[in-house]
């Protein structure tokens, strides 16, 4: 079965860090553009980062800096380091596939069940 | 940085045809996808590239976009229709809309 499962959200406190695995069953992360997109609790979808299929990497001005993104070929898991984390970071999580066209569009076509980061003290 | 503009909410009775807007500046140039996301789930992908439907999403689910405006259209509305809907495009970076609310009456 094709899918993505998100784990390791949880409470931290401000300015700490934590890291989200996106484990992968179906297909290949490393052949294609994975994503991270939060949702902060009772608002709208915000795209946070992507990693391309070549390892390039990109993150939101509001992320930049303090998030990574990378992957782990033999574990066919993607994952988001969070460092320096606020308040504002508190969201779900989800881990998304994306289908690029490059400079033209980017849609996701699979979406991972998400995972709750709690940023308090 | 561009902006898309949606209803908060759209009502519409069942079975009927509801139409979900989404505005942006020249939107009509680029590629719309929209989301449907139900209470406590991940969105799902419900039209892509304006006018396109995975597999697995019923035919009353198209959408459609010219000029200042994309829309869903979802024909025959049914209860398990409820949910958000956000529009999305890329415009150097990913961009999504607000959301709208839609209720099944």
């Known amino acids: 079965e094709v899918q993505l499962v998100e784990s390791g959200g949880g409470l931290v406190q401000p300015g700490g860090s934590l890291r989200l695995p996106c484990a992968a069953s179906?297909?290949?992360?490393?052949?294609?553009?994975m994503n991270w997109v939060r949702q902060a609790p009772g608002k709208g979808l915000e795209w946070v980062s992507v990693?391309?299929?070549?390892?390039?990497?990109y993150f939101a001005d509001s992320v930049k800096d303090r998030f990574t993104i990378s992957r782990d070929n033999s574990k066919n898991t993607v994952y988001l380091q969070m460092n320096s984390l606020r308040v504002e970071d508190t969201a779900v999580y989800y881990c998304?596939?994306?289908?690029?066209?490059?400079?033209?569009?980017?849609?996701?076509?699979?979406w991972g069940r998400g995972t709750l980061v709690t940023v308090s003290s | 940085s561009y902006e898309l503009t949606q209803p908060l909410s759209v009502s519409v009775a069942l079975g009927q045809t509801a139409r979900i807007t989404c505005g942006g500046n020249?939107?009509?140039?680029?590629?719309v996808h929209w989301y449907q996301q139900k209470p406590g789930q991940a969105p799902v992908l419900v039209t892509y590239?304006?006018?396109n439907r995975p597999s697995g999403i019923p035919e009353r689910f198209s959408g459609s976009n010219s000029g200042n405006t994309a829309t869903l259209t979802i024909s025959g509305a049914q209860a398990g229709d409820e949910a958000d809907y956000y529009c999305?495009?890329?415009?150097?970076?990913?961009?999504f809309g607000g959301g709208t609310k839609l209720t099944v009456l």
């Open positions: 998304a596939r994306s289908v690029d066209t490059p400079m033209v569009t980017r849609y996701f076509d699979l």
């Open positions: 179906g297909f290949t992360v490393s052949s294609n553009y």
């Open positions: 990693i391309y299929a070549g390892g390039s990497t």
């Open positions: 020249n939107i009509g140039s680029k590629n």
């Open positions: 590239r304006d006018t």
């Open positions: 999305q495009v890329w415009d150097s970076t990913v961009v």
